[in-house]
């Protein structure tokens, strides 16, 4: 039977954890392959039916710690270094 149909609910504690350990772990392997998001946003991350996280829509991907003038990503999420491209390189980490 699939996690979700079990109708669990986790305590905000735990989901805030559990954010945090996943989000390390994708940080981690994005550095490790070479390639940054650039995207990163909750609605990029989501469960499957046995509470797996999966990053989703690498449409933004750019090369890992070279420098940028790209100006991508969903503009709510955006850092400060990317919505200001334009006028400076940046380093996408």
């Known amino acids: 039977m ?18 945090l350990q996943c989000l390390l772990c994708v940080y981690d392997l ?6 940054s998001h650039l995207d990163l946003k909750p609605d990029n991350f989501v469960f499957d039916d046995n509470w797996r996280l ?3 829509d690498f449409g933004h ?7 940028t003038q790209k100006e991508t990503g969903t503009f709510e999420y955006q850092a400060p270094e ?12």
Do not use: V
């Open 54 to 56: 999966m990053l989703i």
């Open 61 to 67: 991907t750019g090369l890992y710690n070279q420098l």
């Open 30 to 35: 994005l550095a490790r392959s070479g390639l």
């Open 82 to 93: 990317i919505y200001n491209a334009e006028w400076a390189p940046y380093i996408p980490l």
């Open 2 to 19: 699939a996690a979700n149909s079990k109708n669990i609910q986790l305590s905000e504690q735990l989901k805030n954890y559990l954010w």
